[in-house]
């Protein structure tokens, strides 16, 4: 079994900055993606920004040059700097990552519980 444990939501100024941390725990043998998505009130949830198996990293248009995502590989874990935070951005937060528990398993997709970031003056 895999966790994935989120922190660094809530509510900021437009303008202003939030760091999000995802950190991954339990049984762990390989990360092959890990990132963030959102999901904002009546809209489907859509990929962030994201590690990829190969260490290149993935963004969704209207992010990038504000977001950047980084990660730390001995700790499982992933953080996403928002920068030049707009209301659009406003929404529930999820950690992602697909995660194979030994070599012979094939990764499982694993979900955070997700954390409110909502942007308003």
């Known amino acids: 079994q895999v966790q994935l444990e989120e922190s660094g939501g809530g509510l900021v100024q437009p303008g202003g900055s939030l760091r999000l941390s995802c950190g991954a725990s339990g049984t762990i043998f390989r990360i092959y993606v890990m990132g963030w998505y959102r999901q904002a009130p009546g809209k489907q949830r859509e990929l962030v920004a994201a590690?990829?198996?190969?260490?290149?990293?993935n963004y969704t248009d209207s992010v990038k040059g504000r977001f950047t995502i980084s990660r730390d590989i001995p700790k499982n874990t992933v953080y996403l700097q928002m920068n030049s935070l707009k209301p659009e951005d406003t929404a529930v937060y999820y950690c992602?990552?697909?995660?194979?528990?030994?070599?012979?398993?094939?990764?499982?997709?694993?979900w955070g519980q997700g954390t409110q970031v909502t942007v308003s003056s």
């Open positions: 590690f990829t198996y190969g260490g290149s990293t």
């Open positions: 992602n990552a697909q995660i194979s528990a030994d070599w012979v398993t094939p990764p499982y997709d694993y």
